[in-house]
């Protein structure tokens, strides 16, 4: 049984896939801790969540920072007040300073809506849509500079339907993350995944450039 690895997770809205990091660290022996919770929104329900986990929270309002790099300077120094080995993205939106991703290189994942390099950025879900894609997803990545374009790690694909909106969709995909995520986080955890030089590595393998796929 590997040795627990703590994980920080920093969320900005409701935290449904913190709650199925949650949920899956309740299963199967899990080595997953989560160490704490912070927001960049009091407010966020994701919080709650957490409290309700018995999970320590933070918030720290980006609001109150002059500038982006005073924020995360200020964040780098909460997190690590926890000492985590895994910093996971889960919904948080902030653009990252360079600082911040290089501070945590090789141990910063984040979740997307759409099978990258595909929809970088916002409304993955009406995207796809307008450009006829037949398939859609959602991929985990570990964090580099270029938003939203670090090494995958996974992807659920699924079949976008003739009667889907964004709605229906993004709904469908959200179910897929909260199978994909929690498990990138179990292979960081006991030490299957890593970054190397040249992309991301599984039981010290290359993955492919699409991460290890997972069609549904």
Known sequence: M??????????SGTGSNLQALIDSTRTGNSPVRIAAVISNRADAYGLQRARDAGIETRSLDHKAFEGREAFDAALIELIDAFNPKLVVLAGFMRILSADFVRHYAGR???IHPSLLP???????????????????GCSVHFVTEELDGGPLVVQAVIP????DSPQSLAQRV??????IYPMAVRW???GRLSLGEDGALL??????????????
């Open 2 to 11: 590997p040795a627990t690895c703590d994980v920080v997770v920093l969320l």
């Open 108 to 110: 910063l994942l984040n």
């Open 118 to 136: 595909k929809y970088k950025g916002l409304h993955t879900h009406q995207r796809a849509l307008e450009t006829g894609d037949t398939e859609h």
């Open 160 to 163: 976008v339907e003739l009667q």
């Open 174 to 179: 959200h179910t897929q993350e909260h199978l």
């Open 188 to 190: 960081f955890a006991e």
């Open 203 to 216: 039981d010290g393998k290359l993955l492919a450039p699409s991460g290890h796929l997972i069609r549904i």
